[in-house]
């Protein structure tokens, strides 16, 4: 990973997770609540990764890195990004080798249409 600086962070997200409610049949029903908003950098997958990945046309697939902090530091596949009106379904959660405690990257999906 390209060493970063807190002038790369320029796109504010908010990372949502979901709360089981009860609905109106009493049935349970995820209720998405903000866990937290955060700077990070946003990087597209290249038109090579989304045609390896098989995601050409049907999905948008983007790298958000963001400050390591206790708030986000359970972040995981279950959880979602809201950015710019879209919503990302994340993928994957990892700390790049040699950024323990410093950075997190969150790989995620919004559909392109």
Request: net charge neutral.
């Amino acid at each position: 990973m390209a060493r970063l600086s807190a002038g790369n962070l320029d796109r504010r997200i908010t990372i949502e997770r979901a709360v089981m409610t009860t609905g109106g049949f009493n049935e349970r029903v995820p209720t998405w609540s903000p866990l937290a908003t955060v700077w990070a950098h946003r990087r597209d997958a290249s038109a090579g990764e989304a045609y390896r990945a098989q995601e050409v046309g049907a999905q948008l697939t983007t790298r958000f890195t963001i400050r390591y902090s206790s708030t986000v530091s359970d972040v995981n596949p279950k959880d979602r990004i809201n950015y710019d009106g879209r919503v990302y379904n994340i993928t994957a959660v990892r700390e790049p080798e040699g950024t323990r405690n410093e950075w997190i990257e969150i790989d995620a999906v919004a559909r392109s249409d």
